[in-house]
DNA sequence: TTTTGTAGTCTACATATGTAACCCTAAGCA
DNA sequence: TGCTTAGGGTTACATATGTAGACTACAAAA
């Protein structure tokens, strides 16, 4: 399995997260809102929209007035993809060195110490139940 | 703080980990690595030590018959900044997100469960305390 | 009908990245 | 003493990515 490897660049990011929001969503409202999100220029939106297009991450119906993109990838299969990627490339594929490295460097507030107590000790419950 | 922005492309990442092992070493060594680990060309390996000492991760001293290659950044350094570019993208910033996602799909084996629960544990007496 | 906003196409250009060939010199070995 | 290898330099070339201008077509507003 895990055949397809999919990754994002930055800007791609931008519009995933945008679509993924609600979609679908023509190009000018796109554009609208690359511009206040990210100073893009208008050809800049539509670059990445016709490349994205390409790779197959969105894709657009023909709608009255124009084009209605929508995302041909869901959030969690990317989240998921780039997450393990990620960890295998910097952690060697280890969630504990990743929180140990954060724990360490007491990057974690208290609150989401807390937070994450609560999830690890619920799902090591249900696990153990 | 955190003016600069560390960052490795997949090639860098293998000679860095490499240096980072066991410093300095000649680029002759280093291909001699690569070769068996990635299968690149001799001159692959030196076209990326060229660009990396560009960006100034790595340098070199003159040996005796060669130079000597070493870094110049460390690891922790690189990855707590891939780390909180990587959180920030996916999991806008939280940890406890990406454990929750992580959890959900159940993708933690037992071991590895129990082990983030002791760190867990643990830091947070510790902060208790 | 003239201006303007919306929709869409094509082209451009710099930097980053992956990957590698070609070329030269000095030193070691057969 | 000619071939092989180590050490180093230069150039190349495709794809990806960030960023954007130029130009065309059409419909709605003035």
Known sequence: ????????????????????????????????????????????????????????????TEGAKAREYYPLINREEVVESETSSFLNRIYNGSLGLLVNTLVKKQDISDNEMEELYNIIKEARERKQS
């Not at 979609?23 to 796109?30: D, E, I, R, V």
């Not at 990210?38 to 800049?44: I, L, V």
């Open 1 to 60: 399995m895990e055949a397809k490897e999919i990754s994002l660049s930055n800007s791609e990011w931008y519009i995933m997260e945008n679509l993924w929001e609600s979609s679908p969503k023509t190009a000018t409202q796109l554009i609208k809102a690359m511009e206040t999100e990210t100073g893009w220029a208008k050809s800049t939106t539509k670059t990445v929209l016709r490349r994205m297009e390409q790779k197959g991450c969105i894709a657009y």
